[in-house]
C-alpha cells in the first residue's frame, strides 16, 4: 500500500549514498617493514618475521601506531619485529563501505600490479574486515560481538605469487572452515 511505496522512495533516494565506497589514499614515507620469506610461516632468527610478527605490525600501522619504541609515548612502546628494513615509501588504500566477494577478488588481482615494473614490490597485503556489529561471520552463523566484534581475513601475496592468509574471529564466533 501506501506505507510499501513511501519505504521504496526512502530507499531509492538514500540507498546509493549509503552503498557508494568512501576511498582514502595515504603514502607512509620511510616506513619500517619486518621481513618475509614466503615459505617460512614461523620465521626464523635473523632471517625472516613470522605470521603473527606480520599481522600484529600490520595492525600497528593501519591504526597509524608509531613503530619507535619511544618511552615517552603514552598510545605505545611497539616497535617493528626483527629482521626489519626501511621502506622508502609504501602506499595505503583504505576503502570503506559495502563491497562484494567479486571486487575483493578484483582489487586482489590489480594489486598484483606491483609485482611488475617499475615498482617491483616484495610482498603486499590487503585486509578485509566484516563490520564489528554485523549479524553473521563465516559459515551463515550469527556473529557474537561480545567485546571487539573481531571478523577480518587477511592475504599477504609475494611476488612469485605465493600467500599467507591470516583469519580472525570473536572467541564465540564459528571459524571458516
Not at 115 to 120: C, D, Q, T, Y
Request: net charge negative.
Amino acid at each position: 500500500g501506501a506505507e510499501g511505496s513511501t519505504l521504496m522512495s526512502y530507499f531509492s533516494k538514500n540507498q546509493i549514498q549509503a552503498l557508494k565506497p568512501k576511498i582514502t589514499f595515504s603514502t607512509l614515507r620511510d616506513l619500517q617493514c619486518p621481513v618475509l620469506q614466503s615459505n617460512d610461516l614461523q620465521g626464523k632468527a635473523e632471517e625472516s618475521c613470522s605470521t603473527e610478527e606480520l599481522f600484529e605490525w600490520l595492525g600497528a600501522v593501519l591504526n597509524q601506531v608509531s613503530l619507535d619504541n619511544k618511552s615517552s609515548s603514552f598510545l605505545s612502546t611497539y616497535c617493528c619485529p626483527e629482521p626489519n628494513t626501511v621502506v622508502e615509501k609504501a602506499f595505503l588504500c583504505t576503502i570503506t563501505g559495502f563491497i562484494i566477494p567479486e571486487k575483493i577478488i578484483q582489487l586482489l588481482e590489480q594489486l598484483c600490479c606491483y609485482f611488475g615494473e617499475p615498482k617491483l614490490a616484495h610482498w603486499l597485503t590487503l585486509t578485509v574486515h566484516g563490520f564489528a556489529d554485523s549479524p553473521v561471520s563465516w559459515r551463515e552463523s550469527e556473529h557474537g560481538f561480545h567485546k571487539g566484534g573481531e571478523n577480518l581475513y587477511n592475504f599477504v601475496i609475494f611476488r612469485n605469487l605465493d600467500y599467507w592468509l591470516h583469519m580472525a574471529v570473536g572467541a564465540y564466533d564459528d571459524c571458516p572452515p
